[in-house]
Nanobody, 122 residues
């Protein structure tokens, strides 16, 4: 069982930056694939980025602006978000699954955090 706790959300102006953190419980964090999803009001939850031990994935709309990273010693995954746009406004969720291949669908992930709100003002 893995518990995930996100932090770092908030209100920022367009063009600004935020860094989200996701702290995971458990002793086998390094064996989990991690991802960030987001869900805007009235929209479906969508993949933002994912990371395995050897690979990363970014959805097209965040390439060049967002960076995912993980610190296995701290059981934490990060999402650095730069050049934020109003369309990035959403609740951001951290997710985890056992595996070694990038997965982009929410149903592939077994564990979820409670979400953190990111609001980008224009």
């Amino acid at each position: 069982q893995v518990q995930l706790v996100e932090s770092g959300g908030g209100l920022v102006q367009a063009g600004g930056s935020l860094r989200l953190s996701c702290a995971a419980s458990g002793r086998t964090f390094s064996s989990y694939d991690m991802a960030w999803f987001r869900q805007a009001p009235g929209k479906e939850r969508e993949i933002v980025t994912a990371i395995t031990w050897s690979d990363t994935y970014y959805t097209d709309s965040v390439k060049g602006r967002f960076t995912i990273s993980r610190d296995n010693a701290k059981n934490t995954v990060y999402l650095q978000m730069n050049s934020l746009k109003p369309e990035d406004t959403a609740v951001y969720y951290c997710a985890a699954r056992r595996g070694s291949l990038i997965r982009v669908n929410a149903y592939d992930y077994d564990y979820w955090g409670q979400g953190t709100q990111v609001t980008v003002s224009s």
